[in-house]
């Protein structure tokens, strides 16, 4: 395919670790619990080749994780990762910036940031004249988001 998505690879890599065996029902026992950014390119399990921006799925049935980009995670999971690795790279670039909202609900679900932070980024996720306090606590949630994507590979 185009955009180097091979679906049949990624069936034959997600159907043994699952309990059905059956596409359409192993799919719902795997769920989003992680991203993370690979330091060097990695492959991922329907073939393509290279992948920085990682997912990590469980089986919740099985408890077997993988590794997968985020281009399977949109297809297979029907989940928007790559908002949420637009947000990553938008803070890197400039701490001023909020997070957006996808990136919000998914760190603010995975603990990252906490319920008052959640509600703080959808207050002024888009106001761009912040008071000073206002300001230093994006930055502040920026950097938790940040510090938890962790880096894969020679550290």
Same mark, same amino acid.
Request: aromatic content about 8%; charged content about 25%; glycine content about 8%.
């Given at each position: 395919?185009?955009?180097?998505? *091979? ?6 890599? #997600? ?22 950014? =690979? ?19 469980? *089986?919740? #049935?099985? %408890? ?13 999971? %029907?989940?928007?990762?790559?908002? $949420?690795?637009?947000? #990553?790279?938008? $803070? ?6 909020? $997070?957006?909202? +996808?990136? =919000?609900?998914?760190?603010?679900? &995975?603990? #990252? ?8 980024? &959808? +207050?002024? %996720? ?5 008071? =000073? ?7 502040? $949630? *920026? ?9 894969? %590979?020679?550290?």
């Amino acid at each position: 395919m185009s955009d180097g998505y *091979n679906l049949t690879q990624l069936k034959a890599g #997600i159907l043994p670790l699952s309990r059905a065996q059956e596409w359409e029902v192993a799919r719902k026992e795997w769920k989003l619990v992680g991203i993370s950014q =690979a330091d060097e390119p990695e492959t991922c399990l329907c073939g393509h080749f290279p992948i920085i921006d990682l997912c990590t799925i469980t *089986n919740a #049935i099985t %408890g077997n994780t993988v590794d997968v980009g985020n281009v399977c995670v949109k297809k297979f999971l %029907g989940f928007r990762s790559d908002l $949420i690795f637009a947000s #990553i790279k938008r $803070i890197k670039r400039n701490p001023n910036k909020s $997070i957006g909202p +996808d990136a =919000a609900v998914f760190f603010h679900r &995975q603990g #990252i940031i906490n319920e008052w932070e959640y509600r703080f980024q &959808q +207050d002024t %996720g888009r106001k761009r004249d912040l008071t =000073a306090k206002q300001l230093a606590t994006r930055h502040s $949630i *920026n950097r938790k988001v940040l510090a938890s994507i962790a880096r894969r %590979g020679i550290a």
